[in-house]
């Protein structure tokens, strides 16, 4: 039985536990925050919850200053490491990369404070309202906001130039980027096959209840009150969705689609630390698929 280091004891946990045992791999907690960690000395971390005797992780801890110390503690090869996990959160470096590699993304400007007012006004000078700003490497859609005019806009800058005025803000960029009313919301998840090339393995959409809609919501994730429906994704956003985790070199990618009501499709972000919904939302081969690929990354360290 290959042992499996999970850091999350989220829904991802309780999700693939058993489906996993059932191909022979036992998923056990590594604690990565919220403890203390033992730095030095000989042998594994005794504070761990547990036995450390790992095989593989799955996938590198959200945390990155814990998770480099458990890593350099335990050396285990992850499903989605360090560089993967980083290059995800970077949203600008996301966006940046798929324009150049000929995907379709929002138009986006990122600005990098401290800045001042005429370099705002500058960079949202291509865009018409409204428009939404997003903190670069923030989750959940934890300080997404949409600007309906230029006030809008600078009322929200003044908050972020607050949160980013503190010396110890580690990202201090956030994006302005087109919005699309009406866009219809997915969630694409996608494994490395056994050859390394990026496969769908099916999909979410994810909606807001008619109520919320009328209040005038638009945000979709899940953690603000949209429900995750199981869809089968056209083949053009199986293929973007595939290009996208091809281009970002990534094995397990959740790649967020905004589908426009003009039919224009576009990656909107990425994900690699991304939930696992239940199994009925994706196709039938998920978790062998899942299995294997946790298999080879234990097999090539």
Sequence with gaps: MLRLAVASRAETFDRIRDPLADRGVEVAHLRAKERAIRLTGEGADPSLDGDSDFDAGFVYPSRLMEAAALDA??????????????????????????????????????????????????????????????????????GVAKAGDVDDLLGIVDYLNLVHDYRATGDKSYLIQEFLPDARDYRAMVLADADGAPTSAGAV?????????????????????????????????????????????????????????????????????????????????FYDRLAGLIRRTADAE
């Excluded at 992850?78 to 138009?107: M, T, Y």
């Excluded at 005429?118 to 000078?125: G, I, M, S, Y």
């Excluded at 994704?233 to 790649?255: K, S």
């Design 73 to 142: 503690r335990l050396d285990l090869p992850w499903v989605n490491d360090r560089a993967a996990v980083a290059a995800s959160r970077n949203k600008a470096g996301v966006i940046a990369a798929l324009d150049a590699a000929g995907l379709p993304v929002p138009e986006t400007t990122m600005v990098s404070n401290p800045v001042d007012e005429a370099t705002v006004l500058d960079a949202v000078e291509p865009f018409s309202f409204p428009v939404v700003v997003k903190p670069n490497s923030a989750t959940r859609g934890v």
């Design 205 to 285: 959409e994810r909606r807001l209840p008619d109520e919320r809609l009328r209040e005038g919501r638009w945000k979709h994730n899940v953690h603000r009150g949209a429900e995750a429906v199981g869809v089968d994704l056209p083949d053009r956003a199986r293929e973007l969705a595939e290009g996208a985790a091809a281009a970002l070199g990534i094995d397990y990618l959740g790649v967020d689609l905004l589908e426009a009501g003009d039919g224009r499709l576009v990656v909107n972000e990425t994900n690699a630390r991304p939930t696992v919904d239940a199994a009925t939302k994706y196709e039938p081969e």
